[in-house]
T-cell receptor, first 112, second 111 residues
Framework: NAGVTQTPKFRVLKTGQSMTLLCAQD?????MYWYRQDPGMGLRLIHY???????AKGEVPDGYNVSRLKKQNFLLGLESAAPSQTSVYFC???????????FGQGTRLTVV | GENVEQHPSTLSVQEGDSAVIKCTYS??????FPWYKQELGKGPQLIID?????GEKKDQRIAVTLNKTAKHFSLHITETQPEDSAVYFC??????????FGTGTSLTVIP
């Protein structure tokens, strides 16, 4: 049972390039989340999804888009990367809003 | 939205001593308060959680207390060990979909 898997684990982008981060979970969870983690700022919610075909904005959604075409996958897109998007990105999933969230191993993204 | 504040940002204790991390929240409707441990290079993992109908919960050396009136909750680790060294995050959520985290506490247990 793999849990939550994020792809890729590391990536370096040039300013203006685009990329997609993939999150896959095999626990049949309805709720999925994308967070970014920056030093001294904890985990900040970017976007989330409450089920297949649904997405919603979190605290810091600007510059990101998401899609949930399949229940097990949640994609995070950067259309035009900026240095301010240099961060570690975590995906999480859970059964219901008030149960344990399971996190992936993270994606370290550097935008130069 | 919810605002979760966490203190201290860093904490060093001698092995065997206790460690206490405190969090406050702003939304009185929040009813679920988990604590996560993050080791270097890994994603956060749940270590204990508490719901608003409970004042205290304990799991071996780890305990969490909740004061709904004052809107604060605390993590207590007793008999600390070097493997407890990590970053700890508190979080708060209500019966909705968002999940707000504190800024983290870096705990170092000195052998």
């Amino acid at each position: 049972n793999a849990g939550v898997t994020q792809t890729p684990k590391f990536r370096v982008l040039k300013t203006g390039q685009s990329m997609t981060l993939l999150c896959a979970q095999d626990m049949n969870h309805e709720y999925m989340y994308w967070y970014r983690q920056d030093p001294g700022m904890g985990l900040r919610l970017i976007h989330y999804s409450v089920g297949e075909g649904t997405t919603a904005k979190g605290e810091v959604p600007d510059g990101y888009n998401v899609s949930r075409l399949k229940k097990q996958n949640f994609l995070l897109g950067l259309e035009s990367a900026a240095p301010s998007q240099t961060s570690v990105y975590f995906c999480a999933s859970r059964w219901t809003p008030n149960t344990e969230a399971f996190f992936g191993q993270g994606t370290r993204l550097t935008v130069v | 939205g919810e605002n979760v504040e966490q203190h201290p940002s860093t904490l060093s204790v001698q092995e065997g001593d206790s460690a206490v991390i405190k969090c406050t929240y702003s939304d009185s409707a929040s009813n679920y308060f988990p604590w996560y441990k993050q080791e270097l290079g890994k994603g956060p993992q749940l270590i204990i959680d508490i719901r608003s109908n409970v004042g205290e919960k304990k799991d071996q050396r780890i305990a969490v207390t909740l004061n709904k009136t004052a809107k604060h909750f605390s993590l207590h680790i007793t008999e600390t060990q070097p493997e407890d060294s990590a970053v700890y995050f508190c979080a708060a959520s209500r019966s909705g979909n968002q999940f707000y985290f504190g800024t983290g506490t870096s705990l170092t247990v000195i052998p």
